[in-house]
C-alpha cells in the first residue's frame, strides 16, 4: 500500500498536533499507536520471521560461531530483531518497524505467487501445500453478504481495495459493477488487469471493501485516507481484519509479553483500536461484529465493520 513519506493531514487535522493523531508517518520504528496517536506504549523484545526480513530487506537468519570472534557476544542463531508493541489507550498490539512503501512492494509483488511461494516453503516447510487452499472462495462469504445486506443498495459499484484476484469480493453476483485494486498486479480471477488509480480516478463507488489488509499496512489510517478519494457521499464502506487467536486467548495487558514473533501480519486489532482508528479518520460505524469461521477445519474469527463518512 502506498505510504506517505512525510507528515500527512486526514481531512484537514494537521497530526502535529498533539491532541490528534500524532504518530509521524514517516518513522521507520513507530512512537506512537497506528490507530488512536497515543505514546503511551507497552514494550517487550521479538523477532521478525526469517521469511519476512529475507524477502524484504535480504537478512537472512545466520549462527554466530566462535570463531568469529566476537568476545563479548554469546554464541548462537541470529535473527532480526524488532518490539511488540501495546497501546495502553486502545489496546493495539503490533509490531514497531514500520515498513516502507518500496519495503511493501518488494513484500507483496506477486503474492503467493511462484517466487513469493519457493521462498517462504523454503523457511516454513509445507506452506506450499497450504497455499493451494488459498485458491478457493472463502465459505464464510454468505454470512458476510448477509451482514452487508441491509446497508448496499441493489446494485451496487464496488471498490475491492486490496481484493487479490477478487475472488473473495462480497455481492459479486448483484453488484452493477466491480473494480479491484491490490498491490500484487496480478490478474483478476475473471481474467482481466487489476485496476490502476488513474482508472478508479474517473469513478465513484457505492460500496468500498477493504478485507485483510489492515492487517498488513503499516500505517492504516493512510490506507482508509486513501479510499475515501473513491467515495461519494452515500457510500458505505467495508473492512475485515483477523480477530487475531491470541488476542482473544489473552485479551488483558499481557498479550504484549506473549507475542515473540512477527509475520506479515504486523497490526493486531482489538474492538477499541478499530473505533478509534474509523472515528479518527472521520467515519462513523454502522456495524461491528466479531464473527467465527471454520475454512477446512481451521477455526478463527474475524472483525467485520460497516461504515460510513461523518
Known sequence: MPVDKNRANFDGVDLKKETDLTYVV??????????????ALRSSPAIMMPFISDRVFGWKPTRIEAEWGLKTIESGMAY???????CED????????????????????NYRGEEYTQLRDFYEPGYASRNQELAHRLGYIGSTEEFLGGFVKNKP?????????????????????IE?????EKLTDSGDSVANKLRLKSKTYDLITCCNVLEHVPQPALVL??????????TIFFIEVP????????????VVFQKRHWHEHINFYSESSLR??????????LALRSCATNEKGNQAQVFQLVFEKI
Do not use: Q
Not at 481495495?161 to 477478487?166: A, K
Not at 479491484?180 to 500484487?184: H, N, P, T
Open 80 to 86: 532480526a530483531l524488532c518490539n511488540s508493541l501495546l
Open 225 to 234: 485516507k486513501e479510499i475515501k478519494e473513491y467515495s461519494h457521499e452515500t
Open 26 to 39: 514517516g518513522d521507520r520504528v513507530a512512537r506512537h499507536c497506528v490507530c488512536c496517536g497515543s505514546s
Open 276 to 285: 478509534s482508528l474509523i472515528s479518527k479518520c472521520g467515519f462513523r460505524i
Open 90 to 109: 486502545c489496546g493495539l498490539l503490533f509490531m514497531d518497524l514500520r515498513f516502507s512503501e518500496n519495503e511493501m512492494a518488494r513484500l507483496y509483488r
Open 243 to 254: 480477530h487475531e487467536t491470541l488476542r482473544i486467548e489473552c485479551p488483558n495487558d499481557a
Open 157 to 177: 459499484r464496488i471498490l475491492d481495495w486490496g481484493g487479490d484476484t477478487g475472488i473473495n469480493t462480497p455481492l459479486k453476483g448483484i453488484a452493477k459493477e
Open 180 to 184: 479491484i485494486y491490490d498491490i500484487s
